[in-house]
């Protein structure tokens, strides 16, 4: 069964670097996501990607954070000058079409990330 | 502010016995309500999906009810099994929102033999 995934799945990061945050999203699907979570808080959500533009982005997706579609498989979440409290485990999501009621998105498993 | 709000916040069962999660939201114009199960370090799986005008939906043992007047939603588990504890999060989305999903803080579930 096709399924979304993420590399890496651990990454370990200086305070100020920047990390690339990669995942091929399930082939044809259109609509591409990215979240957080915080240890022992909720998942949130940070953007939404279609037709290579963003479709929608929360306060939390600010000049730090960007996203690429680079070629036609992978999907990128970029932090430049990472802080302490962007460490929280990533997921990256995609769903078949534009979201509507009953449109699935489909996680992957996620990369921690932990800037130290 | 759009929110979600779940109990309890953790939940000891015996396997073999029923469970129900509760969900309560606040997130307008209403879309739909999904239930997802996340096991420790993976993401999420879906479990159901249910608009306003859908009352209950089943997928195999989980049951989602949903009433959009109160803003509440359950989730019935039945016979339980070893393989059931994980986290049941709530998760709603708006209309017009770009696929946004809002989640709720789940409820750990631990079925015990």
């Known amino acids: 069964e096709p399924e979304v995934t993420q590399t890496p799945s651990h990454q370990v990061t200086q305070m100020g670097q920047e990390v690339i945050l990669r995942c091929v999203p399930i082939?044809?699907?259109?609509?591409f996501y990215w979240y957080r979570q915080i240890l022992g808080q909720k998942v949130e959500f940070l953007v939404s990607?279609?037709?290579?533009?963003?479709?929608?982005k929360s306060e939390i997706f600010d000049d730090q954070f960007s996203v690429e579609r680079p070629d036609g498989s992978n999907f990128t979440l970029k932090i430049r000058s990472t802080k302490l409290e962007d460490s929280a485990m990533y997921f990256c999501?995609?769903?078949?079409?534009?979201?509507?009621?009953?449109?699935?998105?489909?996680f992957g498993p996620g990369t921690r990330l932990t800037v130290l | 502010k759009n929110q979600v709000e779940q109990s309890p916040q953790s939940l000891i069962i015996l396997e073999g016995k029923n469970c129900t999660l509760q969900?309560?939201?606040?997130?307008?114009?209403?879309?739909?309500l999904r239930w997802y199960k996340q096991d420790t370090g993976r993401g999420p799986v879906s479990l159901t999906i249910?608009?306003?005008?859908?009352n209950t939906k089943s997928n195999g043992r989980y049951t989602a009810t949903l009433d959009a007047d109160t803003k509440q939603s359950s989730l019935h588990i039945t016979a339980s099994q070893l393989s059931d504890s994980a986290s049941y999060i709530c998760?709603?989305?708006?209309?017009?929102?770009?696929?946004?999903?809002?989640f709720g803080q789940g409820t750990e579930l631990s079925v015990k033999p």
């Open positions: 999501a995609s769903s078949p079409s534009v979201p509507t009621s009953y449109t699935e998105q489909f």
């Open positions: 082939s044809n699907h259109l609509y």
């Open positions: 990607f279609y037709n290579n533009e963003i479709s929608e």
């Open positions: 969900c309560n939201y606040t997130v307008s114009p209403f879309s739909n």
């Open positions: 249910m608009t306003f005008s859908e």
């Open positions: 998760v709603v989305s708006g209309r017009n929102q770009g696929g946004k999903l809002i």
